[in-house]
């Protein structure tokens, strides 16, 4: 976006985010490009991209362990498999490979998602937060916009990615996997649980972005030296302390819609059951009667393993590719 060319008789710009050399404009101004925290809107999106692959690809194998332990595929109660029987099963029936199974899918999604995901968390807290960057409220309602745009992404290369997981999984890979839902289920099929995961998402990223924003000023404020000008390291460890407080907290919470999601994502697959509408009460009612409310919190330790490092990875990731493109945009400043 950009400014127009002004005469010196136009009135004061009271714009947020553009800057004037007096009260009024001079004869001319310069085009300026919309730009926050030093970075161009284009930057948000390749920071962002980069995060969300680099979190995804590492934490893989403990969202296939969560996925296993959600997937309800009796008729009746069982008892509730834990994270170590999950793991020794997949290592003694399909080696370590049965853990990236699906990870190609996530691969595809996760940048794209992304990308989307950060550019309108920062484009939001910009105009939310009033230029007060301490407003809670702004970072939790910009992460709330930014999940429900980023979700709309990742939602059909998510049902692919947990249907690759489940063990004894019918398709052969992504494309395979693509080709027979959209053919034997409909497009529709790839937004079953797109209305669950953005009920989720909302709170799930609300709590995760307002912890985060508070545990790193929490953390700056005890030790002033880890601020953006303080030690790289230092500052590095406050993303990933404040991340991994944020993710883990929003996980535990979050967990009883995360279930309904996989069972979602997975019905008709591998013994899990078929749902007559992706209503979510419907789909509780029938967890509850079959397997209580501890169907409800399966998997949540997976979940909490898996979003407290994850998380931690994304934010330093994410910083440290922003605090990149902010020393380049720097340099090209300074030579022009």
Same mark, same amino acid.
């Given at each position: 976006?950009?400014?127009?060319?002004?005469?010196?008789?136009?009135?004061?710009?009271?714009?947020?985010?553009?800057?004037?050399?007096?009260?009024?404009?001079?004869?001319?101004?310069?085009?300026?490009?919309?730009?926050?925290?030093?970075?161009?809107?284009?930057?948000?999106?390749?920071?962002?991209?980069?995060?969300?692959?680099?979190?995804?690809?590492?934490?893989?194998?403990?969202?296939?362990?969560?996925?296993?332990?959600?997937?309800?595929?009796?008729?009746?109660?069982?008892?509730?498999?834990?994270?170590?029987?999950?793991?020794?099963?997949?290592?003694?029936?399909?080696?370590?490979?049965?853990?990236?199974?699906?990870?190609?899918? +996530?691969?595809?999604?996760?940048?794209?998602?992304?990308?989307?995901?950060?550019?309108?968390?920062?484009?939001?807290?910009?105009?939310?937060?009033?230029?007060?960057?301490?407003?809670? +409220?702004?970072?939790?309602?910009?992460?709330?916009?930014?999940?429900?745009?980023?979700?709309?992404?990742?939602?059909?290369?998510?049902?692919?990615?947990?249907?690759?997981?489940?063990?004894?999984?019918?398709?052969?890979?992504?494309?395979?996997?693509?080709?027979?839902?959209?053919?034997?289920?409909?497009?529709?099929?790839?937004?079953?649980?797109?209305?669950?995961?953005?009920? +989720?998402?909302?709170?799930?990223?609300?709590?995760?972005?307002?912890?985060?924003?508070?545990?790193?000023?929490?953390?700056?404020?005890?030790?002033?030296?880890?601020?953006?000008?303080?030690?790289?390291?230092?500052?590095?460890?406050?993303?990933?302390?404040?991340?991994?407080?944020?993710?883990?907290?929003?996980?535990?919470?979050?967990?009883?819609?995360?279930?309904?999601?996989?069972?979602?994502?997975?019905?008709?697959?591998?013994?899990?059951?078929?749902?007559?509408?992706?209503?979510?009460?419907?789909?509780?009612?029938?967890?509850?009667?079959?397997?209580?409310?501890?169907?409800?919190?399966?998997?949540?330790?997976?979940?909490?393993?898996?979003?407290?490092?994850?998380?931690?990875?994304?934010?330093?990731?994410?910083?440290?590719?922003?605090?990149?493109?902010?020393?380049?945009?720097?340099?090209?400043?300074?030579?022009?």
């Amino acid at each position: 976006m950009t400014t127009t060319t002004t005469t010196a008789a136009s009135k004061p710009d009271t714009t947020p985010g553009f800057h004037q050399t007096s009260e009024f404009y001079q004869e001319e101004v310069t085009a300026l490009t919309s730009t926050h925290d030093g970075l161009e809107f284009w930057q948000f999106m390749v920071a962002g991209s980069i995060a969300g692959c680099v979190e995804h690809m590492a934490m893989f194998p403990v969202d296939t362990l969560k996925t296993r332990m959600q997937a309800i595929t009796s008729s009746y109660k069982t008892p509730a498999i834990t994270l170590r029987q999950s793991l020794g099963s997949i290592m003694k029936l399909e080696g370590l490979g049965g853990l990236y199974r699906g990870i190609a899918a +996530m691969g595809l999604g996760a940048g794209p998602a992304h990308a989307v995901y950060f550019s309108v968390y920062e484009t939001c807290k910009k105009f939310l937060s009033a230029g007060n960057p301490n407003n809670s +409220m702004a970072h939790a309602a910009s992460g709330v916009f930014a999940t429900v745009a980023s979700d709309a992404v990742l939602t059909p290369m998510d049902v692919v990615k947990q249907r690759l997981q489940l063990k004894g999984s019918p398709y052969k890979g992504v494309a395979d996997c693509v080709k027979r839902v959209a053919v034997e289920e409909g497009i529709g099929a790839f937004y079953a649980s797109y209305r669950t995961t953005v009920v +989720m998402n909302a709170p799930f990223t609300a709590v995760h972005f307002a912890t985060y924003e508070a545990m790193k000023r929490a953390l700056m404020e005890v030790s002033p030296e880890c601020g953006g000008d303080g030690n790289e390291d230092e500052t590095l460890l406050v993303h990933a302390t404040a991340g991994a407080a944020a993710g883990a907290l929003a996980a535990a919470v979050t967990t009883p819609l995360d279930v309904v999601k996989t069972q979602l994502q997975c019905q008709g697959v591998c013994g899990v059951d078929r749902f007559s509408s992706s209503s979510i009460s419907a789909v509780i009612q029938t967890i509850l009667k079959k397997d209580g409310y501890g169907g409800l919190t399966r998997g949540w330790i997976p979940r909490m393993l898996f979003h407290a490092p994850a998380a931690a990875i994304c934010w330093s990731t994410y910083e440290s590719a922003k605090s990149f493109f902010q020393q380049i945009n720097g340099r090209n400043s300074s030579m022009n």
